[in-house]
């Protein structure tokens, strides 16, 4: 019966797995603490690492009324108290990195208690962005070299390069990047890597390098299977896969309109060069016509004062 549900779900084009990079797939599957656990451990590689953590409201409404209110993906606190945002963008947003710094701000003004008695001190905050474009499309300064999936941004001194503050971390995992088979990963982060960008695509758990099967990998997928969804989770995770899809029909869509525009504006700054020559041709003609007229009206002159001198006038 389990096979014949499979079967038909492929033949839907559902598949058998949850996309992760649908916002319904994303939160499901994150919103289990065992597996944002294993996750959040993988990337950040914190000291001590983190053993337990609970989600918190992911909506953070400013101070006025004129503040704009900050809407989390996830957002979880671990047992130290560090804050901890995880974001999924499927799409490029060209003010992506101030989005990110905003979020990270709006936690950190939210830790100042009123009364006398704080003294400043802040808890650690953390931003964890999955990207399914690459971070050079929104900022021509980054560049990652060849095999390197993440980036981590600190506030360092700019004169020794050195970590200035160590409680405020930005994380950018771009997947594109990232094209390895289930066979050849070598960390935790890059069996990550591959299960975000490629769970839709498979049909049972991929066989990995020794140490990368685990209960926590297991649950992951047992979880991330659409026949165990009911009517309601799947119609909100078909909602969820068409607004997916429509993102990045018009991504495309705004790509190619680009493409466009960037061929008419060769084309014309082409016709405008020919017209250039052509204009600097018909400028040349006219300077030669303009010497061969003084030319001839010179001529014409001595002519006219050898009549006068002959008396011919």
Avoid at 217 to 235: R, S, T, V
Wanted: aromatic letters at 10%; proline letters at 2%.
């Amino acid at each position: 019966m389990a096979n014949d549900a499979v079967e038909k779900l492929e033949e839907s084009g559902l598949g058998v797995f949850i996309n992760l990079m649908t916002d319904f797939g994303f939160k499901r599957i994150f919103g289990i603490k065992k597996v944002m656990l294993h996750f959040l451990n993988a990337v950040l590689d914190i000291d001590g690492g983190i053993t337990d953590l609970h989600y918190d409201n992911t909506v953070r409404t400013g101070e006025t009324e004129g503040e704009r209110t900050a809407i989390y993906d996830l957002y979880c606190t671990t047992g130290k108290g560090e804050r901890i945002i995880v974001e999924m963008q499927t799409i490029s947003q060209n003010y992506f990195k101030d989005r990110t710094v905003f979020y990270a701000s709006r936690l950190i003004s939210g830790m100042g208690v009123k009364g006398k008695d704080w003294n400043y001190k802040l808890a650690p905050v953390y931003v964890v962005s999955i990207l399914n474009f690459d971070m050079a499309k929104i900022d021509c300064k980054h560049k990652l070299p060849k095999g390197k999936y993440v980036t981590f941004v600190d506030l360092t001194y700019r004169n020794t390069k050195r970590i200035f503050y160590d409680k405020l971390v930005l994380a950018y995992i771009e997947l594109p990047r990232f094209s390895k088979k289930p066979n050849n990963v070598k960390t935790v982060i890059e069996q990550w890597m591959f299960l975000l960008k490629n769970l839709h695509n498979l049909k049972k758990m991929p066989e990995m390098p020794e140490g990368f099967k685990n209960d926590v990998i297991e649950l992951l997928f047992e979880e991330a299977k659409i026949a165990k969804m009911n009517k309601e989770e799947l119609d909100k995770y078909n909602q969820s896969l068409k607004h997916l899809n429509e993102m990045n029909l018009a991504e495309i869509q705004i790509k190619e309109l680009r493409g466009e525009v960037v061929q008419k504006d060769n084309a014309l700054a082409t016709q405008g060069r020919t017209l250039k020559v052509y204009i600097n041709t018909i400028a040349e003609k006219e300077n030669a016509l303009a010497e061969k007229d003084n030319a001839l009206a010179e001529k014409d002159k001595i002519i006219a004062d050898l009549r006068k001198q002959l008396g011919l006038n």
